[in-house]
Nanobody
């Protein structure tokens, strides 16, 4: 069984920073693309930032220059450094991974449980 544990959510003042992390554990053979998504109440879940297994990244226009995604393949962990947070950033943030398990050729889409980020004045 693979577990994905997110951490780093919570409250922060506008203009502040927060770092999210998402660690996957279990019988993992490899992890391909990874990403962070967010969902605010009443909205759909949208991509915030993605990173390939080779380290290429893509960011949503709304977070360019403020958020940075990175990964540590040895730890099966993906990070999201969020700087200059604004009142448009509060949401539940979810990590995503394309995972292959030991002795299985299928690639699965796996999600973290979500972590809440709030921004105060």
């Amino acid at each position: 069984q693979v577990r994905r544990v997110e951490s780093g959510g919570g409250g922060v003042q506008a203009g502040g920073s927060r770092r999210l992390s998402c660690a996957a554990s279990g019988s993992i053979s490899s992890i391909n693309a990874r990403g962070w998504y967010r969902q605010a109440p009443g909205n759909q879940r949208d991509l915030v930032a993605g990173i390939t297994s080779g380290g290429s990244t893509n960011d949503a226009d709304s977070v360019k220059g403020r958020f940075t995604i990175s990964r540590d393949n040895a730890k099966n962990t993906v990070y999201l450094q969020m700087n200059s947070l604004t009142h448009e950033d509060p949401a539940v943030y979810y990590c995503h991974a394309e995972v292959r398990y030991t002795d299985d050729v299928t690639t699965y889409n796996r999600w973290g449980q979500g972590t809440q980020v709030t921004v105060s004045s």
